[in-house]
């Protein structure tokens, strides 16, 4: 089994940033790609940005400038800025690993507000 913790977020101001982390742990070598998807209330889970096994990067058109992914690969463990929030931008944003099955965290809150 593969465990995914995320962390950071909380309440950020438009405009302002904010660093996620997710720390795999447990099986990790079954890890092949991961991603982070995020999920605002009423819409389906949307993924952000991909990284494969070999530690490419590749992210979503609509947050490219943005967002900023880095990647330890040896650990399998990622980290996202999150740059220039805007209100729509609050989600819950969840860590995603696909090896023997498709693992995910129990996500962490982004809040963009006032």
């Known amino acids: 089994q593969v465990q995914l913790v995320e962390s950071g977020g909380g309440l950020v101001r438009p405009g302002g940033s904010a660093e996620l982390s997710c720390q795999a742990s447990g099986m990790i070598f079954v890890i092949g790609n991961m991603a982070w998807y995020r999920q605002t209330p009423g819409q389906q889970r949307e993924r952000v940005v991909l990284i494969s096994k070999g530690g490419n990067i590749n992210y979503e058109d609509y947050v490219k400038d943005r967002f900023n992914a880095s990647v330890d690969i040896v650990r399998r463990t990622l980290n996202l800025q999150v740059n220039n929030l805007k209100l729509e931008n609050t989600a819950v944003y969840y860590c995603?690993?696909?090896?023997?099955?498709?693992?995910w965290g129990e996500g962490t809150q982004i809040t963009v507000s006032s």
């Open positions: 995603n690993a696909n090896g023997t099955y498709r693992y």
